[in-house]
């Protein structure tokens, strides 16, 4: 496809995204007000257990996502199954929408350590991560129009 030929990513695909990117901002406004509250007492034990399951979620998490990414939009791509236009925007919205779902989904997790603690500073990797995955999975022309 010419640079002329290129099918701009539609308007939709960035409301998504905003919305996502929106709702990781929200839990990190949450998690700070209730870190005002002061700490809850937890076990250190307990969430440090939980800090590391939760750790490991979210790495497999990010390999999910490479994987969505493969094989629902970057492989029938590069078989040439969607020729379509509107074939290649479906499933390239759909990989879209499951990996921002796992990348808001990391952001949770990180939502329930500041609900279990009242403390930000647990939330603020998850959150941080989950804004660096949403950044990188933007809506972009060049991938909607690879091939």
Request: aromatic share 16%; hydrophobic share 50%.
């Amino acid at each position: 496809m010419s640079a002329d030929e290129q099918t701009p990513v539609p308007t939709y695909f960035w409301v998504f995204w905003t919305a996502v990117m929106i709702s990781i901002g929200i839990y990190l406004l949450v998690t700070t007000a209730l870190h005002a509250f002061g700490d809850r007492g937890y076990d250190p034990d307990f969430v440090a257990l939980v800090v590391e399951t939760f750790a490991l979620v979210a790495l497999f998490c990010i390999g999910l996502m490479t994987a969505i990414r493969r094989w629902l939009y970057f492989a029938p791509l590069d078989r040439g199954d969607l020729d379509d236009d509107k074939r290649r925007r479906t499933n390239y919205f759909t990989s879209c929408i499951l990996c921002w779902g796992l990348a808001e989904f990391v952001a949770v997790l990180g939502l329930a350590l500041g609900l279990m603690t009242y403390n930000v500073f647990f939330y603020l990797p998850f959150g941080t991560l989950a804004v660096v995955l949403m950044a990188m999975l933007r809506p972009s022309t060049s991938d909607l129009n690879r091939g």
